[in-house]
T-cell receptor, first 115, second 114 residues
Framework: SQTIHQWPATLVQPVGSPLSLECTVE??????LYWYRQAAGRGLQLLFY??????ISSEVPQNLSASRPQDRQFILSSKKLLLSDSGFYLC??????????????FGEGSRLTVL | AQSVTQLGSHVSVSEGALVLLRCNYS??????LFWYVQYPNQGLQLLLK??????LVKGINGFEAEFKKSETSFHLTKPSAHMSDAAEYFC????????????FGSGTRLSIRP
């Protein structure tokens, strides 16, 4: 069966420090991969999605970046964190085609607090 | 462009009462629509999805949603609320401009009164 792992679960970082959140999927090949952010009291904001290795679509211009160095690995990074980067970050995957496309499977999330 | 709007950021009902969470979509073609649930400090899980088959879609935990093209709506309902239904609920749509892009509504927090 497919599983998704996301870490770290909790992170407290000072302003200006770097960030790396990692997500890996097991049990499937060529998934679509997603990073969403959920700020306090707000909905889910799509940050990045990827349909293949090295293919990244960015939805919101900001100081975050994403990379997909391997088929089932998706990394969210920042060189210098801002206070506004605080939030709950969710990684998700879906199959890439067919009727199952669009059904997202989420990780447990990473709570980032920038101080 | 496709989008979804959830009316009401917070809905409170009594245990045993009807649950109705509203979602309206904007799309020039029949969309694929989804409802997800999020329990505190967890990721989201799929409740149900509409993919242009039956307009009444049944999901997990007794929830169902009806696709109404004339009203551009996909409201989520449950006949009798249970305390365990307290959570945040998100409506989502898949974008036809990019079949891999999935957009969520702003969410509705459901509270259940004893």
């Amino acid at each position: 069966s497919q599983t998704i792992h996301q870490w770290p679960a909790t992170l407290v970082q000072p302003v200006g420090s770097p960030l790396s959140l990692e997500c890996t999927v097991e049990g499937t090949s060529n998934p679509n991969l997603y990073w969403y952010r959920q700020a306090a009291g707000r909905g889910l904001q799509l940050l990045f999605y990827s349909v293949g290795i090295g293919q990244i679509s960015s939805e919101v211009p900001q100081n975050l970046s994403a990379s997909r160095p391997q088929d089932r690995q998706f990394i969210l990074s920042s060189k210098k964190l801002l206070l506004s980067d605080s939030g709950f970050y969710l990684c998700a995957w879906s199959i890439s085609q067919g009727l199952g496309a669009g059904e997202l499977f989420f990780g447990e999330g990473s709570r980032l607090t920038v101080l | 462009a496709q989008s979804v709007t959830q009316l009401g950021s917070h809905v409170s009902v009594s245990e045993g009462a009807l649950v109705l969470l509203r979602c309206n979509y904007s799309s020039s073609v029949p969309p694929y629509l989804f409802w997800y649930v999020q329990y505190p400090n967890q990721g989201l899980q799929l409740l149900l999805k509409y993919t242009s088959a039956a307009t009444l879609v049944k999901g997990i935990n007794g929830f169902e949603a009806e696709f109404k093209k004339s009203e551009t709506s996909f409201h989520l309902t449950k006949p009798s609320a249970h305390m365990s239904d307290a959570a945040e609920y998100f409506c989502a749509v898949i974008m036809y401009s990019s079949a891999s892009k999935i957009i969520f509504g702003s969410g509705t927090r459901l509270s259940i009164r004893p």
